[in-house]
């Protein structure tokens, strides 16, 4: 029969080592969650290129159609920006399917 400081020690034993364990989790939760933080933050700035880009077609500074009308919107929001005139790029990204 085990003496009642071989049972507290064995609990004690299982407590650390589920410690660890714990601990190894909450790194790799940590770790995720660092990387969705990242994600979102990525898709934050996605959402305002695109919108700066559809604001820049409303305006008529130009007009994208077609599949490739959310790729080259980006592009020309980012060129744009740099630039800091979108009327240069007015004929760089019109594309008129008819």
């Not at 995720?32 to 077609?57: F, N, S, W």
């Amino acid at each position: 029969m085990p003496s009642v400081l071989g049972a507290l020690e064995e609990r004690e034993r299982a407590a650390l080592v589920r410690t660890e364990e714990l601990r190894v989790e909450m790194e790799r939760v940590k770790a995720a969650l660092a990387d969705a933080e990242e994600a979102a933050r990525r898709a934050v700035i996605a959402r305002e290129e695109v919108t700066d880009a559809l604001a820049g077609a409303a305006d008529g500074a130009m007009t994208v159609d077609g599949p490739a009308a959310g790729c080259a919107g980006v592009s020309v929001a980012k060129m744009a920006k740099t630039s800091g005139s979108r009327d240069s790029l007015a004929g760089v990204a019109t594309r008129q399917d008819a």
